[in-house]
């Protein structure tokens, strides 16, 4: 990865920070990410949003893959908007400072208090998921005297050929409004006529870690096919296509993500093209990428308790964290790469499973990878954490969860803290009759 190297003591260094020093530090386990690469990262989609769309778009950062009031802070500053699912993301991002006309608001069940506080702070957008949703945005709306700016959810039926638990686009989904039954096309024909709710925008998200271009292609046309029948048959102007997020990131050597300023050039000619076909104004244009942000910059660091070699079935390595900082391998077998941060470049000479202090089986972190000698007291880095790690982390088994730190240029500052045993307590309460 970009982010990372190798020193004089053999190593592994992120963002000029010893990986020993960090733990010397920090403790075990930590999350670290490289403030540098995020915000290169940022850059490359916002230069291409410039280059092949002539600025007229937004890439908002997809919240959900890590939620901090820094991580927002730092996209905000490299001029993305960002996306959220949640009241608590969308307060996050309200602490940490992004204006409210930078954010966009999604999700399949808003609660009606979640869309009262949206609407209160006149979000930028609201991404509508269903009729009765729809309703009850209108319902606020007129309370608060306003008029919200709405885009639907919409799914194009695009099998993008991923894992069956991260894919979102196709009609048996729990997301959106189809377009192969007219559903689509009647939510916003309803919504044409509400008052307090004006249509700008169409969304659709084909599904997480794509690695093909072809269904993105093909997202983007099916959209504004559907865009222009709405224009013709309803007189509806769409003004804005939201082509959601999903690049495919490099977690191990065998993934070939394509670039993503490919990706962006090519999707531009497809919009370009059909536009022109159907003559169509060009859209104004939202992406929302996530993981490949942030996935890449991070990584987390363990210690490693203990080595249990089994005579011809399998090693295991017991590390201080799993499943409850990083439960991907739990929900979705995902692979990744392991470096012992203490002797970075060790050849790999055998195949062991990274196990988590879970109590459960399933509580792996890695299953039969490739790594050099190890031996408890090793410090383990496990590489492209940054994305669907710390936010899809737990408590369970009561395990405090670790603190993220940021580095840039040899400097470490914590982003957030380690939780202790009092944070595990926090809100538990022994009644006075018990
Ligand atoms: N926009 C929408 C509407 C989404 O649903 C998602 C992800 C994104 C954008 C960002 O997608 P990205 O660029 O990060 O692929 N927890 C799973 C991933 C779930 C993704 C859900 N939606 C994982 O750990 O792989």
Known sequence: SKALSINGKNHLEIGGCDCVELVNNFGTPLYVLDENLIRENCRLYKNAMDKYYDGNGIVLYASKALS???ICKIVDQEGLGLDVVSGGELYTALKAGVPMDKIYFHGNNKTYEELEFAISKDIRRIVVDNREELGRINEIAGKQGKVVNISFRIKPGIDAHTHDFVQTGQIDSKFGVALENGEAYEIISEASKMSNVKVVGVHCHIGSQIFDLEPFKLAAKVMLEFIAKVKNEINIEIEELNLGGG???????????????????????????ICKEKGLKLPFIVMEPGRSIVAPAGITLYKVGAVKNIKNVRTYVSVDGGMTDNPRYALYQSKYEAVIANRADAPRVQTVTIAGKCCESGDLLAKDIKMPEIQAGDILAMLATGAYNYSMSSNYNRIPRPPVVLVKDGKARVIVKREDYDDIIRND???EDL
Do not use: L, Q, R, W
Request: hydrophobic content about 35%; glycine content about 4%.
């Open 429 to 431: 309460v022994i009644p």
């Open 247 to 273: 690049f495919g990131i490099k977690y191990t050597m065998d993934d070939d993500p394509i670039e993503y300023d490919h990706y962006i050039e090519s999707v531009s000619n497809v919009v370009k093209s």
């Open 68 to 70: 901090t009031m820094a």
